[in-house]
């Protein structure tokens, strides 16, 4: 590998990282340097990556690989191990010395680290860990930390990671085993889910202790997520809705994130020669969103689903839903409860509150509700006030179904 500068290998690992959406995150513990020691910040509640706090502010952090070398050859990626792409590596110092640069000059708030795998899955850990740990103990840094570990790695080291990071990941690549199978052969569906397992047990054992014993060190306080490659294989909506859920109850994740698959350079025979949609991205994000704050069951969620197993694009899962299960609507706004308030297309978790606690004194009218949401035109068809009953539901131009496109026509056809 040519000897480059820190500039040259920032410029090779940070372009490198992109491809990872699940830098984003929250919920981690306040920590601050007001008192005068150490360096950094962390506010409880906050995104972090580009994202922004309820106070506006655009907050990041420095994301970055350790290295795009790696000596597995999963056809998805584009570090791949016989990908021709140029190659870098930093030092643990270094990664340690750009992050506390970076910080000092007010870019970043924290540091986002993964990696490809060099020499052995306790090697590349082993130096992820090492720049964890001396950011912690040997600067002091309080700022927010997410690491992205090497599921082949021993238990041990992956346990230390916790230990120094506010957030842990472990990408669980693609949504089926025969997909992972197919496309990522050294990786296995049962080690991923066996490292997130240690990984889930650690957090609620450690979580337990600190209520017991102020000295109980934390771990991992803003909890694990994972990420799932979408459209790299044959896998339908319906099956990683599936998948997501299950991840969601067997390991008590934070996020799952979705990634559309994205074509490479020199890529391999058996991935798609196109992109998937990014509305199905956008569509797979809704329907997570529906299992996590809106009550769905995974079932239901599945169930907007068309007959081929894939989410509507032109509309989003919660109309489908309802334009499929008709008989549940219209909804009282004045008697239903919370459950089938949320299951209206348009109200959202905020209005749904201000609806339940208005209705507590008094009787609403549609005005009310128009008050209390962003759109009545979405929600007048599902629902049922004082002074509104809506015709049954059928395909008529009171529902709030997409229009077509426009196309520009030829003037000489």
């Known amino acids: 590998m040519a000897q480059l500068d820190t500039r040259a290998k920032l410029e090779i690992l940070a372009d490198a990282a992109k491809y990872d959406a699940s830098c984003a995150s929250s919920g981690t513990v306040k920590r601050s340097s007001r008192d005068g020691k150490g360096i950094g910040s962390t506010d409880a509640g906050m995104g972090i990556c580009h994202a922004y706090a309820p106070d506006g502010r655009c907050i990041s952090l420095l994301k970055i690989l350790l290295t795009n070398s790696c000596i597995f050859d999963c056809h998805y990626c584009i570090n791949r191990k016989s990908s021709n792409v140029r190659r870098a590596r930093f030092t643990a110092e270094e990664v340690v010395r750009l992050t506390l640069s970076f910080y000092r000059r007010n870019y970043i708030e924290g540091l986002f680290l993964s990696s490809g795998i060099i020499g052995s899955s306790n090697y590349t850990m082993e130096q992820i860990v090492e720049v964890a740990r001396s950011l912690r103990e040997d600067h002091d840094f309080r700022g927010y930390i997410h690491l992205k570990t090497i599921p082949d790695a021993d238990p ?11 957030r842990i990941s472990i990408n669980v690549e693609l949504p089926t085993a025969s997909g992972l199978k197919r496309l990522a052969p050294e990786k296995t569906q049962e080690s991923i889910e066996g490292a997130m ?33 979408v459209g790299a294989d044959a896998a339908t909506d319906r099956d990683i809705v599936s998948r997501a859920a299950n991840l969601y109850g067997s390991f008590n994740l934070k996020r799952v994130y979705y990634s559309a698959f994205s074509p490479i350079p020199d890529a391999s025979a058996v991935l798609p020669l196109q992109r998937p949609p990014l509305m199905r991205e956008h569509r797979l994000y809704q329907s997570d969103w529906l299992m996590r704050f809106y009550e769905y069951q995974p079932g239901e969620v599945a169930a907007a689903a068309d ?8 509309i989003d899962p919660k109309l489908a839903w309802a334009l499929k299960f008709r ?16 299951r209206v297309p348009g109200l959202g978790t905020r209005a749904v509150d201000k609806i339940l606690a208005a209705r507590r004194g008094r009787t609403l009218s549609l005005a009310d509700i128009g008050r209390l ?17 809506p015709i049954a539901l059928s395909d008529k131009a009171d529902l709030p179904l997409p229009k077509p496109a426009a196309k520009q026509m ?4």
Request: proline letters at 6%; hydrophobic letters at 45%.
């Open 327 to 342: 008989g549940c609507f219209p909804v009282d706004v004045n008697k239903a409860p919370r459950e089938m308030l949320l």
């Open 307 to 314: 007959d081929n197993g894939m989410m509507r694009l032109d």
């Open 156 to 166: 041990e080291l992956i346990h230390q990671a916790g230990m120094f990071a506010d």
């Open 197 to 229: 397992a240690g990984m889930s047990d650690a957090i609620i054992d450690t979580a337990d202790a600190k209520k017991h014993y102020k000295s109980a060190p934390r771990f991992a306080p803003a909890g694990q997520s994972t990420q799932m490659i």
């Open 410 to 413: 030829e003037l000489f056809a």
């Open 373 to 389: 949401t962003s759109s009545i035109s979405k929600v007048r068809p599902f629902l049922v006030a004082s002074d509104w009953r």
